[in-house]
């Protein structure tokens, strides 16, 4: 696998030099201050290329190798006639990304929100910090500070009685970070969504179930997928995070059945998948080894993170675990990979080597009293790649590479 490492670039509290004195050979990058639907123009690809390869000639060599993401417009996945101009600003700025040799693109089809915690900071036993999800959290936010009007139907009794006792006990600071992490907005970014605008936004979702959603996004797909091909593009997915409908928000990106429904809707090898094993995971559901097994010919990404599942009043509840210490079967999922990588030397493929990055690593020693962008500390993520690298060296001896 390729290590790689996301950077949100220039103002990216871990830099570069730090990247590569982890072991990686490439970047995860996107230009996030270009507003979604917008054309990415050559003269902005190349200028953070640029920024990504100067020091290239003094150390180790490290590229851009993976886009993430190239964001799809909200007027797509909800179907609107202009969807079809951001489409063509989408293939455009693809095209400008392969001429400068990027192949692998990954977006997602999340609609509003992007990955959704309930926690930033939850304090581990070792006193790392770790990313959590806590659904009857989400239930007081949604209940009792967004009060969304569909949202009583939305929960059960015993999930409104706990919301409604877990949000009496909070401070006045706990609701305004139980609310500042619900509306924290897309990665690369630390604005958040303004709560008195926000309902708005989903209200442009009334009428967009999953069946009508899912039609939007393989619409995309057929449309950009085939050109993706033409230009040696691989076009990624990346999954629902949490995998499962939040705020009366569908989402279509979450089981085996979704992703095998979206391959078929444009049966091209660049209409493919970003496997993140933390957001699949979280479903008991989904059976990882499997799904790569499955998938791995359009697997074009990897994410490599695990979740640790609990409960709490009978329902949902799961943080961001050490990396080889969660629900994942992580010794599985590599080996698939890398019979996958085996398989497609043997084919001669340009791309044998599937891109790796370790994902929503802890906040753990000298990153305890940093500022960086929640999941994406330092350290934390040094100590995943670490633990995968030594897994992947032994996997590799036992196969006999």
Wanted: glycine share 6%; proline share 4%.
């Amino acid at each position: 696998m390729l290590a790689t490492m996301r950077w949100f670039g220039p103002n990216d509290q871990v830099s570069l030099m730090d990247i590569r004195q982890a072991g990686c050979v490439g970047v995860v990058s996107a230009l996030h201050q270009i507003p979604v639907g917008e054309v990415w123009s050559e003269k902005q690809i190349n200028e953070r290329i640029q920024i990504i390869e100067a020091e290239n000639d003094r150390y180790s060599k490290l590229e851009w190798l993976v886009v993430e993401s190239l964001p799809v417009h909200e007027d797509i996945k909800k179907g609107l006639p202009s969807r079809d101009k951001y489409i063509e600003n989408y293939k455009v700025s693809l095209k400008n990304l392969a001429n400068f040799g990027i192949k692998t693109v990954c977006y997602n089809f999340m609609p509003v929100l992007d990955w959704s915690r309930t926690k930033l900071d939850y304090t581990m036993p070792d006193g790392s910090k770790a990313l959590r999800f806590v659904w009857t959290d989400f239930a007081a936010f949604d209940l009792f500070i967004l009060k969304r009007p569909a949202a009583e139907t939305a929960y059960t009794e015993e999930t409104k009685k706990a919301a409604k006792k877990r949000f009496e006990e909070m401070s006045a600071e706990e609701k305004a970070e139980l609310q500042n992490t619900v509306l924290l907005g897309l990665p690369g970014s630390m604005e958040a969504f303004h709560l008195e605008t926000f309902q708005g936004l989903l209200n442009n979702y009334a009428n967009i179930g999953a069946e009508e959603l899912r039609a939007n996004l393989h619409y995309f797909v057929s449309q950009v997928a085939p050109y993706a091909q033409k230009l040696g593009i691989n076009l990624c997915i990346h999954p629902d995070d949490p995998p499962f409908p939040l705020l009366g928000l569908p989402r279509v990106v979450s089981t085996e059945q979704d992703l095998e429904m979206l391959m078929n809707a444009a049966d091209v090898r660049a209409n493919g998948i970003t496997f993140c094993t933390g957001s699949l995971g979280v479903r008991e559901d989904n059976n990882l080894p499997a799904m790569v097994k499955k998938f791995a010919d359009r697997i074009h990404f990897v994410h490599l993170r695990t979740t640790k599942r609990e409960t709490e009043y009978n329902t949902l509840v799961f943080h961001e675990a050490a990396h080889l210490n969660g629900d994942v079967d992580m010794y599985e999922v590599i080996s698939e990979i890398l019979k996958e990588e085996n398989t497609r030397r043997k084919n001669g493929n340009y791309d044998a080597e599937i891109p790796m990055r370790p994902d929503h690593g802890h906040q753990m020693l000298n990153d305890l009293s940093s500022s960086t962008y929640p999941g994406y500390s330092a350290i934390g993520r040094l100590k995943g790649l670490a633990e995968i690298r030594g897994m992947e060296m032994a996997i590799k001896r036992n196969l006999g590479n």
